[in-house]
């Protein structure tokens, strides 16, 4: 997660520091709502002076339920079906878009975006009297893109609203010491199975819708 998430905020970090430091319009927003699951998203936004694009920067966690417990064992371990499991998983994301925003009448903003995502999932299980305990995770870069709109509250505040669907199309799901790739690729799998059944199991990210709703503040 590391090497990626700093991949991810240098490139965002450069394409700032070419901005002109006067005269940008500048928000910060967070916002909750539903992302494959109970998502927040924290934004920082800057727009093009004399331009109607803005660049914006941001990351989020979703919680989501992790996948099936009872599967991913027989994926990952091996067909064992002791104990009582339990289960939890979420997902980290950082997010860099490219923001062309539109005159709508009664909305401060309105744009439409798109750029780069990069996903970081992590889903545990445990098997209660079982003696079993073990993390699938997975790391992805994919692209998104949607709409985002506020509502003037006040000078500086906005209601911000953002609809928009994200999609990983290449991953890598690790457990225990067992790997499946959608590429078809397989490290030590269990009882010869593959991606197909790997991907039933486990619940990472690969296709995200997004509705969150929250607040902007505006230098």
Do not use: C
């Amino acid at each position: 997660m590391t090497k990626l998430a700093l991949r991810f905020a240098l490139v965002g970090l450069l394409s700032l520091s070419t901005l002109p430091a006067r005269g940008l319009d500048v928000s910060v927003t967070g916002l909750l709502g539903y992302q494959d699951g109970l998502g927040l998203q924290a934004l920082g936004t800057v727009g093009l002076p004399g331009t109607p694009v803005a660049l914006s920067l941001g990351f989020g966690y979703s919680f989501v339920n992790p996948g099936d417990p009872l599967l991913a064992r027989q994926v990952f371990i091996n067909d064992n079906a002791n104990g009582t499991p339990e289960k939890s998983g979420g997902f980290w994301t950082l997010r860099m878009d490219v923001i062309y925003l539109l005159k709508i009448g009664g909305f401060e903003e309105f744009g439409i975006f798109a750029g780069p995502r990069g996903s970081f999932f992590s889903g545990h299980f445990r098997y209660v009297g079982g003696n079993e305990d073990f993390t699938v995770t997975s790391n992805a870069f994919g692209v998104g893109a949607g709409v985002r709109a506020g509502l003037t509250l006040s000078r500086h505040f906005d209601i911000a609203m953002m609809l928009g669907f994200d999609w990983y199309p290449v991953e890598t799901l690790y457990g225990h010491d067992t790997s499946y790739s959608s590429s078809g690729t397989a490290v030590n799998p269990t009882d010869q199975y593959t991606w197909v059944q790997a991907n039933e199991a486990i619940n990472q990210p690969q296709f995200v819708p997004s509705l969150l709703i929250g607040v902007s503040w505006r230098l």
